[in-house]
């Protein structure tokens, strides 16, 4: 990744979630599935050639899954003001406690590579961007995400706003639609700031949507409501 710049950003609390139920999903609560726990222990230890969107989609289906909540917004602002104000040590401190509790949050894993890198663990670095790589090229196949058809399948916002501003877009509007499938999805009007090119991206919600609706289910209200 050394020809990318790593960078950093709260960005803007993006609204306008589509209200669905889907079905297939574990409640809140469900003991985690082996592959998760399998596939989380190996990345844990150093393995980054695990299925990304394998180790993603298991998650969604564990009781660790708790998307969209406002604790993410409120570590990446701590994150980014130890970062920009050179408090490293402090940094990687907040990013290793995200981590803990929100261990595939891109951005926890985004702001681990500048920490470690600032404070000379090069080891720690490499391996945080190899997550960063690895996350990032999970959300998107070469297929998806340019058409109702082919949506890009995302576990949260964070992971929506992760691939928007590693892309280099700007958002110039977003909605609501319903992909095929009856998926309920996000749309974002984007503009790409090197050339200028815009897009429109599809991105399918249903699971965080369906996390929403088994919470509701059991009267128990998820973290961002």
Same mark, same amino acid.
């Not at 891109?106 to 090069?122: I, K, Q, T």
């Not at 639609?177 to 996000?186: A, E, F, I, L, M």
């Not at 699971?207 to 998820?222: D, E, I, S, Y």
């Given at each position: 990744?050394?020809?990318?710049?790593?960078?950093?950003?709260?960005?803007?609390?993006?609204?306008?979630?589509?209200?669905?139920?889907?079905?297939?999903?574990?409640?809140?609560?469900?003991?985690?599935?082996?592959?998760?726990?399998?596939?989380?222990?190996?990345?844990?230890?150093?393995?980054?050639?695990?299925?990304?969107? +394998?180790?993603?989609?298991?998650?969604?289906?564990? $009781?660790?899954?708790?998307?969209?909540?406002?604790?993410?917004?409120?570590?990446?602002?701590?994150?980014?003001?130890?970062?920009?104000?050179?408090?490293?040590?402090? $940094?990687?401190?907040?990013?290793?406690?995200?981590? +803990?509790?929100?261990?595939?949050?891109?951005?926890?894993?985004?702001?681990?590579?500048?920490?470690?890198?600032?404070?000379?663990?090069?080891?720690? +670095?490499?391996?945080? /961007?190899?997550?960063?790589?690895?996350?990032? $090229?999970?959300?998107?196949?070469?297929?998806?995400?340019?058409?109702?058809?082919?949506?890009?399948?995302?576990?949260?916002?964070?992971?929506?706003?992760?691939?928007?501003?590693?892309?280099?877009?700007?958002?110039?509007?977003?909605?609501?639609? /319903?992909?095929? %499938?009856?998926?309920?999805?996000?749309?974002?009007?984007?503009?790409?700031?090197?050339?200028?090119?815009?897009?429109?991206?599809?991105? /399918?919600?249903?699971?965080?949507?369906?996390?929403?609706?088994?919470?509701?289910?059991? %009267?128990?209200? +998820?973290?961002?409501?």
């Amino acid at each position: 990744m050394s020809q990318r710049r790593v960078r950093f950003a709260t960005g803007r609390l993006l609204t306008g979630l589509v209200c669905a139920l889907t079905a297939g999903l574990v409640q809140a609560g469900d003991v985690p599935s082996p592959d998760y726990a399998t596939l989380k222990a190996r990345l844990a230890a150093g393995d980054t050639t695990v299925d990304f969107r +394998a180790l993603r989609f298991a998650h969604a289906a564990s $009781a660790e899954y708790l998307p969209n909540s406002p604790d993410s917004l409120v570590r990446r602002k701590l994150v980014q003001d130890a970062l920009e104000a050179g408090r490293f040590a402090e $940094a990687a401190t907040l990013l290793e406690k995200w981590l +803990a509790a929100d261990f595939l949050n891109p951005f926890a894993h985004l702001g681990a590579v500048r920490a470690y890198r600032e404070l000379g663990n090069e080891d720690k +670095a490499k391996f945080h /961007d190899a997550v960063v790589d690895g996350l990032f $090229a999970s959300i998107c196949a070469r297929d998806e995400g340019l058409s109702e058809d082919r949506p890009c399948p995302v576990l949260s916002i964070d992971e929506q706003h992760f691939f928007l501003v590693m892309n280099g877009f700007t958002v110039q509007g977003e909605y609501g639609t /319903d992909c095929s %499938g009856q998926r309920p999805c996000q749309v974002y009007e984007v503009r790409k700031l090197n050339t200028n090119e815009a897009f429109t991206l599809y991105f /399918d919600i249903s699971r965080p949507l369906a996390f929403r609706a088994a919470r509701h289910a059991a %009267g128990t209200p +998820a973290q961002n409501e």
